[in-house]
Antibody
Framework: EVQLVESGGGLVQPGGSLRLSCEAS????????IDWVRQAPGKGLEWVGR??????????TYAASVKGRFTISRDESKNSLYLQMNSLKTEDTAVYYC????????WGQGTLVTVSS | DIQMTQSPSSLSASLGDRVTITCRAS??????VAWFQQKPGKAPKSLIY???SLQTGVPPKFSGSGSGTDFTLTINSLQPEDSATYYC?????????FGQGTRLEIQ
């Protein structure tokens, strides 16, 4: 069974940092694209960024709103994807989801990040 | 950026009805469209990919169509559990984008 489990959310002050994790199971981690998608409270879905698969050298792409502040990385040994978030702003407050492949057939349950003083 | 204009933003329908939600892309995106259902406090659930292919385990009361710039999601025989917000999504090119959502209420 395909599973994606996010963790690492919490309360952080503006300007602070946080690292989210997405642990994958039930499939060959290196074969698949995995993206981060976020949803601010009461709002719609916003794509954050992508890590392509190993065949594409784990190339990363980011939304303009987070480029230069957020970094996506992978640890194959742990079947985990990470989202390092620096210079956090209040507008980064959201539930962060990881989702697999074009069309996002599988999603994690999400982890809440609150940026507030 | 490709804009996905989804309509209506909300609708109310009765048990057993059929409803259609539309999404228009600001430029041609072949059939690189997915549809999701989201219930309050839950992660989105994939319904349709490739504009018209049903995800495994999704009942055939859900169907998608379209290509190019115009896409539709149709839900037949509405039941109380279909009450949710529905989103379209294009994965043709970066940045990936979503429609603003359609809140469906079942009377």
């Amino acid at each position: 069974e395909v599973q994606l489990v996010e963790s690492g959310g919490g309360l952080v002050q503006p300007g602070g940092s946080l690292r989210l994790s997405c642990e994958a199971s039930g499939f060959t981690f290196s074969d698949h694209y995995i993206d981060w998608v976020r949803q601010a409270p009461g709002k719609g879905l916003e794509w954050v960024g992508r890590s392509e698969n190993k065949a594409n050298s784990y190339t990363t792409t980011y939304a303009a709103s987070v480029k230069g502040r957020f970094t996506i990385s992978r640890d194959e040994s742990k079947n985990s994807l990470y989202l390092q978030m620096n210079s956090l702003k209040t507008e980064d407050t959201a539930v962060y989801y990881c989702a697999r492949d074009n069309g996002f057939g599988f999603w994690g349950q999400g982890t809440l990040v609150t940026v507030s003083s | 950026d490709i804009q996905m204009t989804q309509s209506p933003s909300s609708l109310s329908a009765s048990l057993g009805d059929r409803v259609t939600i539309t999404c228009r892309a600001s430029q041609g995106i072949r059939n690189d469209v997915a549809w999701f259902q989201q219930k309050p406090g839950k992660a989105p659930k994939s319904l349709i990919y490739g504009a018209s292919s049903l995800q495994t385990g999704v009942p055939p009361k859900f169907s998608g169509s379209g290509s190019g710039t115009d896409f539709t999601l149709t839900i037949n025989s509405l039941q109380p559990e279909d009450s949710a917000t529905y989103y379209c999504h294009q994965y043709n090119s970066f940045p990936l984008t979503f429609g603003q959502g359609t809140r469906l209420e079942i009377q």
